[in-house]
Nanobody, 120 residues
């Protein structure tokens, strides 16, 4: 059983910072891409940032220059440092990981989501 467990969400004032963490656990061969997505009420889930196992990163235009994604491969953990938060950043943030099983297949896994609320 593979699990992604997120932490770090909460309430912050506009202009503040939060750091999200997501740790993968279970029995698997390796983790390829990891990323963060978010979904605000009434909106579709959207990509926030992704990172490959080699450290390449990709960001949504709306968060470039404010958010930083990083990962600790030894701990199977991905982080999202969110700075200069805006009310529009408020959403449920979901961790995603492309995990390679020993069967040879890669599967996408999702965390349970963590709420980020930004007060103006």
């Amino acid at each position: 059983q593979v699990q992604l467990v997120e932490s770090g969400g909460g309430l912050v004032q506009a202009g503040g910072s939060l750091r999200l963490s997501c740790a993968a656990s279970g029995f698997f061969k390796s983790i390829n891409a990891m990323g963060w997505y978010r979904q605000a009420p009434g909106k579709q889930r959207e990509l926030v940032a992704t990172t490959t196992s080699g450290g390449s990163t990709n960001y949504a235009d709306s968060v470039k220059g404010r958010f930083i994604i990083s990962r600790d491969n030894a701990r199977n953990t991905v982080f999202l440092q969110m700075n200069s938060l805006k009310p529009d950043d408020a959403a449920v943030y979901y961790c995603n990981a492309a995990i390679a099983r020993y069967s040879g297949y890669e599967h996408p896994y999702w965390g349970q989501g963590t709420q980020v609320t930004v007060s103006s």
